[in-house]
């Protein structure tokens, strides 16, 4: 999503980050997504990096200048990750750990951060501003992915932020068509 503010194209390539990857372990030796190829081969990974080397490449279009915007807009895309980080979490304590290994006092406890993580952005949507940016970018692919991952999880626990990223999307049918899908 940030590429495309950014008036950055690029070419997509969809990895399996579960298994054993030999293009991704190349890439990036944590073995996560997303990674960016550089045109001279370099690799650029974790997704706040990405986020700043298009905001360089694009002249500062995604994260604000001023002290108090930077301030602003980090601490709100921290909070989106931190969300996105909690409800991850949760799926593969299910989706990977048997049964009898689970620990639902652990996953409840994260599904308490991503609730907190939630509300506190409902509360700070008025931080985002009016120039679409790194937040807007953050926001509208958590809940993008809490549709795909989560069915009806946003809307029962974050109406305001399901009303803003339909509206967003709405508004932006190019960044909407890069919402999180399954292959």
Same mark, same amino acid.
């Given at each position: ?7 950055? $194209?690029? *070419? ?6 579960? @298994? ?5 372990? &190349? ?6 997504? !997303?990674?960016? +190829? =550089? ?6 990974? #974790?997704?706040?990096? +990405? ?11 995604? +994260? !604000?200048?001023?002290?108090? @915007? ?8 921290? %909070? ?7 409800? &991850? ?8 750990? !048997? #049964?009898?290994?689970? /620990? !639902?006092?652990?996953? *409840?406890?994260?599904? @308490?951060?991503?609730?907190?993580? =939630?509300?506190?952005?409902? $509360? /700070?949507?008025? *931080? ?10 953050? =926001? %509208? ?15 029962? *626990?974050?109406?305001? =932020?399901?009303?803003?990223? #339909?509206?967003?999307?709405?508004? /932006?049918?190019? +960044? ?8």
């Amino acid at each position: 999503m940030a590429s495309v503010v950014c008036g950055i $194209e690029l *070419d997509f390539e969809i990895v399996d980050f579960v @298994g054993t990857s030999d293009t991704l372990n &190349a890439a990036n030796p944590i073995g996560k997504v !997303p990674v960016l +190829i =550089l045109p001279n081969g370099e690799a650029v990974f #974790d997704s706040s990096v +990405i986020c700043e080397v298009f905001d360089r490449m694009s002249g500062n279009q995604l +994260i !604000p200048q001023t002290l108090d @915007g930077f301030r602003r807009i980090r601490t709100f895309d921290a %909070a989106v990750t931190g969300v996105t980080d909690a409800l &991850a979490l949760c799926i593969y304590e299910v989706r990977y750990r !048997p #049964d009898d290994k689970r /620990h !639902p006092d652990w996953t *409840d406890r994260q599904m @308490g951060k991503a609730d907190r993580g =939630l509300r506190w952005l409902e $509360e /700070h949507l008025v *931080d985002l501003g009016e120039s679409v940016g790194l937040g807007h970018c953050g =926001l %509208a692919a958590l809940i993008g992915w809490m549709d795909l991952r989560f069915e009806g999880k946003a809307a029962k *626990d974050a109406p305001k =932020l399901v009303e803003w990223a #339909d509206e967003f999307f709405s508004d /932006h049918p190019n +960044i909407a068509a890069m919402k999180p899908f399954l292959p």
